[in-house]
């Protein structure tokens, strides 16, 4: 609700007549709505929710304290009336959830309607976690990390990425989970040079390095890690790259405080990969916010405009991926603190830990 307060307020001080949320994440962000397939309109004085059939108990359970408008014909058609008949003249929208499709049809439908780019307003929002979200992505966590000791007890020789990938599933949802916060990736041998490998049939040999990125989703809220994990032994160049990319994470962490800039962590990561000789093998960016969404502001990244704020929670995941060969990544999740950070996840990166005999 101090989101909705807030949206309104803004409405105010810009003028404008509405806002129309096309987005599902920031419907349920800003309504609680958990249904799918339907539209939330903000006024100065009255929310609308527009939905069919299917979802409009479920919508008078989420939101009471909103107006139902259950379609009859199309989507589209249905919010158009009720812009019409509210004479909103100057709308918010979400350009990059709404389509060409109903844009034109709005601008069409409702002459002299004005629309109004909203700039990510929700987004922005959703950067700067609340108590209670923090709690549940702690919770998504814990989930995340139980399910992991457990399936590492089980990883040896002739296990499938798939087999691994399944049973992090099984166990996250053991475990209170909703699901996996994504397709999680497995990746054996010199697989591990894909930062997004999808898991395959490929089977753990001896001497082999498995690389391991999962999450859990609790309540809505996710989580997100990756570990190495090595069958044996370890050779000697794959010491080598884990510590240069677990002191590039160090060097990050550091660097995290309120007011700074985002592109100043994965500054931090990637001039001491490169200064080490690795900066080709390193290609994405060092991290991401993560709450309703695996992937939302602030973007940790070399082109970042995102200042830091107190209460963002996000990644930090530096990696080095050699072609033909393999490659390591480690990430944690991080909570914004005034002068510094809240490291949230502790899965050990003892490399002797990390060994599985």
Same mark, same amino acid.
């Given at each position: =609700?101090?989101?909705?307060n807030?949206?309104? *307020?803004?409405?105010k *001080?810009?003028k404008?007549?509405?806002?129309?949320i096309?987005?599902?994440?920031?419907?349920r962000?800003?309504?609680?709505?958990? +249904?799918?397939?339907?539209?939330?309109?903000?006024?100065r004085n009255?929310?609308?929710l527009f939905?069919?059939?299917?979802y409009?108990?479920?919508a008078?359970y989420d939101?009471p304290w909103?107006?139902?408008? *259950?379609?009859k014909t199309?989507?589209?058609?249905?919010?158009c *009336?009720?812009?019409?008949?509210?004479?909103?003249?100057r709308l918010?929208?979400?350009?990059i959830y709404?389509?060409l499709?109903h844009?034109?049809e709005i601008i069409?439908?409702?002459?002299g309607i004005q629309i109004? &780019?909203s700039?990510g307003?929700i987004?922005?929002?959703?950067?700067?976690k609340?108590?209670?979200?923090?709690? /549940?992505i702690k919770?998504a966590?814990e989930?995340a990390e139980?399910a992991?000791?457990?399936?590492r007890?089980k990883i040896k020789i002739?296990?499938?990425?798939?087999?691994?990938a399944?049973?992090l599933?099984?166990?996250t949802r053991?475990?209170?989970?909703?699901k996996?916060?994504?397709e999680t %990736?497995? #990746?054996?041998g #010199?697989r591990?040079? $894909?930062?997004h #490998?999808?898991?395959?049939?490929?089977?753990? /040999?001896?001497?082999d %390095?498995?690389?391991? @990125?999962?999450g859990?989703r609790?309540?809505?809220?996710n989580s997100?890690?990756?570990?190495v994990?090595?069958i044996?032994?370890? $050779?000697?160049k794959?010491?080598?790259i884990?510590q240069?990319?677990?002191d590039a994470?160090?060097?990050?962490i550091?660097?995290?405080?309120? +007011?700074q800039?985002a592109k100043?962590i994965?500054?931090?990561?990637?001039?001491y990969?490169?200064?080490?000789g690795?900066g080709?093998?390193f +290609? &994405?960016g060092?991290g991401h916010g993560? +709450?309703l969404?695996v &992937?939302?502001?602030?973007?940790i990244?070399?082109r970042s405009? @995102?200042?830091?704020k107190e209460?963002m929670?996000?990644?930090?995941?530096?990696?080095i991926?050699i072609?033909?060969?393999?490659?390591?990544r480690?990430?944690d =999740?991080? $909570?914004v603190?005034y002068?510094?950070?809240? %490291?949230?996840?502790?899965?050990?990166k003892?490399?002797?830990? $990390?060994i599985i005999?």
């Amino acid at each position: =609700m101090d989101c909705l307060n807030s949206l309104r *307020e803004k409405l105010k *001080e810009e003028k404008i007549d509405g806002f129309l949320i096309t987005n599902e994440t920031n419907i349920r962000y800003v309504t609680g709505f958990t +249904g799918s397939e339907s539209v939330f309109l903000i006024t100065r004085n009255n929310d609308y929710l527009f939905t069919d059939f299917r979802y409009v108990e479920q919508a008078r359970y989420d939101a009471p304290w909103v107006k139902i408008v *259950e379609r009859k014909t199309s989507l589209i058609k249905t919010i158009c *009336e009720k812009l019409k008949r509210l004479k909103i003249k100057r709308l918010f929208v979400e350009p990059i959830y709404l389509t060409l499709k109903h844009y034109s049809e709005i601008i069409k439908d409702v002459k002299g309607i004005q629309i109004i &780019h909203s700039k990510g307003i929700i987004e922005n929002y959703r950067g700067q976690k609340t108590p209670e979200e923090v709690n /549940k992505i702690k919770r998504a966590i814990e989930i995340a990390e139980s399910a992991f000791y457990e399936v590492r007890k089980k990883i040896k020789i002739g296990l499938s990425e798939k087999d691994i990938a399944d049973a992090l599933e099984f166990e996250t949802r053991k475990r209170g989970g909703t699901k996996s916060s994504f397709e999680t %990736i497995c #990746a054996i041998g #010199a697989r591990t040079s $894909l930062p997004h #490998a999808c898991v395959t049939d490929k089977k753990i /040999k001896e001497n082999d %390095i498995l690389l391991i @990125d999962w999450g859990a989703r609790f309540q809505f809220y996710n989580s997100d890690l990756t570990r190495v994990v090595f069958i044996d032994k370890i $050779l000697q160049k794959y010491k080598q790259i884990y510590q240069i990319v677990l002191d590039a994470q160090s060097f990050a962490i550091d660097n995290i405080k309120h +007011g700074q800039k985002a592109k100043n962590i994965d500054y931090a990561a990637r001039s001491y990969i490169e200064k080490k000789g690795y900066g080709k093998y390193f +290609g &994405h960016g060092v991290g991401h916010g993560i +709450g309703l969404e695996v &992937h939302e502001y602030p973007s940790i990244s070399k082109r970042s405009c @995102d200042i830091l704020k107190e209460g963002m929670i996000f990644t930090i995941e530096p990696g080095i991926y050699i072609p033909d060969f393999g490659g390591v990544r480690l990430e944690d =999740m991080v $909570l914004v603190t005034y002068n510094g950070c809240d %490291i949230l996840t502790s899965v050990t990166k003892n490399l002797s830990e $990390l060994i599985i005999n």
